[in-house]
Structures are given as C-alpha cells and as structure tokens.
C-alpha cells in the first residue's frame, strides 16, 4: 500500500509453522473403551450433513473434545500438528495466527483457509480484514470437536476457504438430564517466575421436554516467559484467555428445531512471546549483544488483543420428503496490535526531519510504535434444502449473503528515548486508515447419483458475486494527505465432483476434482497500479481410500493430491507504492496418511505423515521471486505419533496414561527473492507431549506435560530490518517452553 503497509509486513512477526503433519491416533477418531477394541464410528459435519468420517469423499479430520483436554489444549497451536496437512505460523501468542493447509500459504492479506462455527463463517472475506495474519484461534472449552477439511471447499463453504477449512463444532444442549462441570487448574512453565492457573464451568439444564439450555465460562492464565534486556522486565508475555457461551436449544416437534446462542472470547497479551536473535548490526539503541535464551530487547511493549462476539440462529425442518436448514450469523470482531518500530524508523528520525524541511531539523534518533486496529462485523444468511430419501438421485440447493465492514487503522507514532512525543512529528508520523465494505451472493447446490449400491457419484457448483468498497484515508508527516475511494466486483464460479466406491463395508476409494477461491478487490490507489486485483483460484485433483482393517481395530486414511494455484495475489512495489497484484503460479503436491491401531482393549497407537511440495511455478519477469523453493510456512514433512493407555488402576478407578510426539520440517518465513532475499530458515523441530489421568467416580485427575524436553522451537517470525532496508536481527516466536500442569475436574 504505502511505507505503513510496507512496515506492517516487515514488521509482522508470523512466518509459517508448517501445514503439513505428520499425525497419530489423535486425530480421526477414538477407541471404544469396550473390551472389544473395536474403533468407534465419528460422525462429522464435512459435508452440512452428519455422516460417517469414513464415508465422506473428502480428506477430513477430527479432534474431539476427550483429545484436545488430553493435550491441555489453549491454541491451535497445541493440537494442530497432531492432524495431517495443517501448520499454524504464530505471531508470538494466540489470535496472531496464520493457518496453511496443504501447502496453500497465507501470501497475501486474504484467507485461504475459511473458518467456521458450527453452520456459519467467523471471519472476514475481504484483503483490507487482514485476515490472513489473524486467523480465528478460540480456545476449545465446550466444543465438541474441530474438524479440518483438506483440499479447496469452494462450493460448499465459498471464499476464502481454497487451501480448505477450519471447523469448530460446539456442544449441543440438551434436554435429556441434568449436567454440571467444573474445573481448576495450576501448571509451572518453564523460565517463568508466576505460575499459570485456569477455572471453569459449565452447564446443561433441561427447561422441560423439549428446551435445554447450555451455558459456559472459562479464564485461562499463561505466566510470561520472555524477559526483556532493554528495559529490564521479566515474564514480559504474561497472556489472559476468558470467555463463555449461552445457547438455548427448542425442539418444537418431531420435525423441527430452532438453536440461537452467543459466543463471546477475551484474548489481551502484554506482549509477543518471541526471541530475538543474531544481531549482526550496530543501531543507537543495542549495540551489538546477545538476548540469551528466551530474551529479547525492545524500546516498546508488544501488547495484543481480540475480542470476539458471535450469534447464531439456527433452523432444522424435517418435511417428509426433504430436509430445510435456515443459518444466521452476527459476528463483531475487534483486534489490536502494536508491533516496535524503532529500528525501522527511529534511527533515521534526523534524516527524515532534514528532508521534509520540518522546523528544528535535525532531531534527535527515537523511538517509534506501529498499531494496528482493527474492527470487522459481519453477518451471514444460508438457506438449504436437501432431499431426504434412499432414492437414486439425492439433491441440494441454497443460498447464502453475506454483509461485511471492516475499519483498518494503522498509525506510527515517533517519541523521543523517553516515549515523549516528538512535536516536530505531530499529529502522527504515519497514519493510514482502509475502511471497506464487503457484499456477496452465492447460490449452490450438488447431487448424487447412485450408480450402484457400492458406487456414487457427487456434483457441486457455486456461483458467487461480490461487491466490495474501500477508502483509502492517509496523512502524518512521512506519508502523503489522500481520501480516495476505489471499488469492485467480481463473478465466481466452483465446482466439484467425487466419485466414490465403497470396495467393501469397510472400505472406501474416491477421486475429488475441486476448486476454490480467494476474493480479489480494490487495489491501493497510486500510479501503475492496477485499480483492482482478481480473485486467485485453485484446482485440486485428489485420490484417497478409507478402510477399517483387522475387523474394525485399526483405521488406515491416506490420499495423494496436486493443486494448481493460479494467479496468486501478491504484494508488489510500483514507484516505491505497495499493493497488491495477480503475479505468478504455484502447484502444490503431497501425500497424507493417517491410522490409528487399537493393539488391546486398552491400548490405541496411531501415526500419521504428510509429504508436501509446495512450490512457485512461475512468476512476472519484474518480481524476483526464486521458483521452485518451498512456499512460506510449509514444512516439506512433518507428522506425528501418539499413543494411550487405558486401564483399571486404584480400586476399579478409569485411568489413562499417554502422550504425543509432533515433527515439523523448516519453513521458509517468506517467499524466497533471487535478489536481496530476506527469507530465514525457520529450523525444523520436534515436540513430545505427555498426559495421565485417573476417574474417581464424578472426579478427575490430570496431569499434563507440554514440551517435555523444553524444545526451544520457533513457530514463526523472521529478519527484522532497519530503515534502509538492512537485516538487524531475527525476531521469532518461540513454542511455549515446557509446561507441567496439574488439573482437577468434577462433573455430574
């Protein structure tokens, strides 16, 4: 866009964990504490309709509830990479977060993994949103479980959602009994001086034979453990998660359904839990020293913080010969970031004094901050009609509108050593603001057909139209006086079709040809660049198989697939102007593995791999992008294991005893240049994990251990530069260090 936007990206720190997982038992599914062995069925909502995960013509996952409390779960960051496909690039604490999903990176503002709540989307469709540096993170307390879908969902879950999607599916209310549940919890991390301390609660009340209500709360403290050698402050990342949730359920009669419900979540980070490293160059502020480990040194705090307010209405009709489904969404966002700028701009204050002429040059060197704050609301409207049946032919149809406004202000302040503001710079050394205005139509549908009793095949297309307005406000000292307006419209059309076979009654081969997309919309207004950028689509050509072996105690998944990203949006500079532009290809081609083995009655071992080559393929003769380099964020392996015990222990007491061992190859923090490349290496890493608990009647006892080995691993981050465009130093965020924790659970 300009120096700001110009800024913001150099300054964001969020490369790419990696999106492709090596993933064990935890997964897919879990084991039947019968004597058996024998897997139980998981039932997801991949395809808005529940069904078998082993039935549906998609590579999907699912982390259920029993899953994510095992691993003491806080951010996605704790249970991704125990899924295949799935990497998550962290900004230094949760909700500063970018999803990659087979390869797909986040190169561009735009999502390109879509983010639901149950049957509706939580999360902006526009480029001004910056959606893609803030990916939807809420902290698993009462969800039921979260599905990932790989591979583009275009025609069912429509923009932004190319890479595939990220669903949290919520717990039910219910009027069958009566349920409390309650939880306290302490754990010491690593390099920390306070302790960490969780609470919790919920409630399931039946209000009569056909109303339930559902009600939650939770409060998570994470102690800080990054000091901070500029100014002396110790455990300077301290992070507060609360949140809860309200949800009344009517089951107006044998045919018909009526959910509305609200959802509210709390994240504020003092500061980004992120190292600094390797400074290899003099500035008036350091020097040059080592941080030490899990140290950094900053002029400026690094708060962040979301809020997060969602609503939802949802209808259920039987009607005999079909199945209606009206969805409805109100979601407020508000996010706020402040990133140190004083190596970009603080050093060269007198130089910037003495070109723009300003009364009193040459000032002194300072300090700088770069916020950012952003507000999105958003409301969505999805009506479905699907036939019921066993009849040859099985059909869909609906149609879904959403209405988005997103405020974008992004401001640069300029104090002295002191954080006194500098006069000579006031009222703002930069100052931008994109307001916009996001609108989309979609109408969709698909159907089956039944060839035979093994073998069907399933069609989908989506048409979708989107009118988007933007303003672009600027002016400070070092930025140029504009309000200028831009605007656009785009038409898009998806499709899919999977033909599946089930080979026997436990095993399943499909093929999925599918598209996706990411909206396009009005460019930043200067000269040469183009007044609006395309939607990038995504064609995806998969092959897996589903299977139950050994008489239904083991589970294999695997598919192979290759995507072709075409006219990616990209970030460009004409006449020093940022903005964004359609430059350049890329495939991206892997293979996926998931299974999980029941050894005993008592014993599940699980693993799962993923191999990903994700790759540039060509790219505009005046963008120096080097091809055939692995994309931003995306490991080429990473996987893995899990494994768990239960048995009778204590007097006929329920226990379990487990744990998780996670691999991700380096990632590349950036795309990688020919020229001046600014890309690190981000080193690979591996993680083990342990869990054990023990069932006293309506009481439990957990012990968990996170990062047991205290691996020093960087989930995101990269070169930090000055103003002159020079590498100072590596700023990355660091995996929580190892975290021992003890919990305590009482439900009836």
């Not at 000091?227 to 990342?237: E, I, R, S």
């Not at 913080?305 to 969805?327: H, I, P, Q």
């Not at 070109?355 to 916020?371: H, I, S, T, V």
Request: charged share 20%; hydrophobic share 40%; no cysteine.
């Amino acid at each position: 866009m300009n120096s700001v936007s110009s800024l913001s990206r150099r300054m964001t720190i969020g490369v790419s964990s990696s999106a492709f997982a090596l993933l064990m038992s935890a997964t897919n599914v879990k084991a039947a504490e019968a004597q058996s062995g024998v897997i139980d069925e998981i039932v997801v909502t991949a395809q808005k309709r529940s069904e078998s995960v082993q039935d549906v013509p998609v590579s999907v996952s699912a982390f259920a509830e029993e899953q994510l409390t095992r691993v003491h779960a806080t951010q996605l960051q704790d249970y991704a990479a125990y899924m295949p496909g799935i990497n998550i690039t962290n900004g230094g604490s949760p909700g500063q977060t970018s999803i990659t999903l087979r390869g797909i990176a986040p190169v561009g503002p735009g999502s390109v993994v879509g983010t639901y709540v149950d049957d509706t989307p939580l999360g902006a469709s526009n480029n001004y949103a910056r959606a893609t540096g803030f990916a939807l993170d809420l902290m698993p307390y009462d969800i039921e479980r979260v599905e990932v879908l790989r591979g583009p969902q275009g025609t069912l879950y429509g923009a932004g959602s190319m890479g595939g999607l990220l669903k949290y599916v919520l717990k039910e209310p219910s009027a069958d009994a009566l349920e409390f549940r309650a939880g306290v919890e302490g754990s010491d991390v690593s390099g920390a001086d306070d302790l960490g301390w969780g609470a919790r609660a919920g409630v399931n009340v039946p209000l009569g034979d056909t109303v339930a209500l559902r009600a939650s709360y939770f409060q998570q403290n994470t102690p800080g453990y990054i000091d901070n050698l500029y100014t002396g402050k110790q455990d300077m990342n301290e992070l507060e998660q609360s949140g809860g949730r309200l949800a009344l359920k009517w089951q107006i009669n044998e045919n018909a359904s009526l959910k509305i419900g609200g959802m509210w979540q709390r994240l504020d980070s003092d500061n980004n839990g992120s190292m600094a490293l390797g400074l290899t160059s003099v500035d008036p502020y350091r020097g040059t020293r080592s941080f030490g480990d899990l140290g950094t040194s900053i002029p400026n705090e690094e708060p962040f913080s979301k809020d997060v307010d969602y609503y939802s209405a949802t209808l259920n009709w039987g009607l005999g010969w079909g199945e209606f489904v009206s969805a409805t969404s109100y979601s407020k966002t508000h996010t706020s970031q402040t990133q140190d700028a004083s190596i970009t701009f603080g050093a060269f204050f007198p130089i910037y004094s003495v070109l723009l002429e300003l009364p009193g040059a040459p000032f002194d060197p300072g300090l700088a901050k770069f916020n950012i704050t952003l507000d999105h609301e958003k409301w969505t409207q999805e009506f479905r009609l699907a036939s019921s049946g066993e009849g040859a032919i099985q059909w869909r149809i609906g149609a879904f509108y959403t209405e988005e406004d997103s405020k974008n202000e992004q401001i640069v302040d300029a104090t002295d050593f002191n954080h006194v503001l500098i006069p000579g710079f006031l009222p703002y050394f930069a100052f931008a603001a994109l307001p916009s205005e996001y609108k989309e139509l979609a109408l969709f549908g698909d159907v089956t057909f039944k060839i035979s009793d093994s073998f069907d095949v399933i069609t989908g297309v989506r048409l979708a139209r989107n009118d988007q307005k933007f303003r672009q406000i600027s002016g400070g000292v070092v930025l140029e006086t504009a309000n200028e307006p831009g605007e656009s419209d785009e038409d898009v059309f998806t499709y899919a079709v999977s033909p599946r076979w089930h080979v026997t009654d436990d095993t399943m081969v499909y093929a999925r040809v599918a598209t996706g997309y990411r909206p396009g919309g009005p460019n930043t207004i200067a000269l040469n660049l183009p007044r609006s950028v395309d939607a990038d689509e995504l064609t995806n050509y998969e092959l897996g198989i589903k299977s139950l072996l050994m008489e239904g105690r083991a589970l294999v998944n695997a598919a192979v697939f290759y995507m072709d990203w075409q006219d990616i949006q990209q970030t460009r500079s004409f006449a020093g102007v940022s903005g964004l532009d359609n430059a350049g290809d890329a495939k991206s081609k892997g293979i996926e593995l998931e299974s999980l083995f029941s050894v005993t009655a008592g014993l599940q071992l699980g693993l799962n791999l993923s191999y990903t080559d994700a790759t540039l393929k060509s790219t505009p003769p005046d963008l120096p992008n080097k091809l055939d380099e692995q994309l931003p964020g995306v490991p080429e392996f990473s996987g893995a294991i899990t494994a768990n015990y239960a048995f009778t222990a204590f007097g006929g007491h329920e226990a379990n005893i487990g744990g998780g061992w996670r691999y991700v190859d380096e990632r590349w923090s950036q795309v990688v240049m020919t020229e001046e490349n600014r890309a690190y290496a981000l080193p690979a890493y591996d993680v083990l994990d342990l869990n054990a608990d023990v069932r006293f009647d309506s009481l439990t006892v957990r012990l968990f251990v996170k990062n047991l080995t205290d691996e020093r691993a960087f989930t995101g981050g990269g070169v930090t530069t000055d103003g002159a465009d020079e590498p100072v130093r590596l700023d990355l965020a660091v995996l929580q260090p190892r975290t021992v924790g003890l919990s305590i659970d009482f439900q009836f």
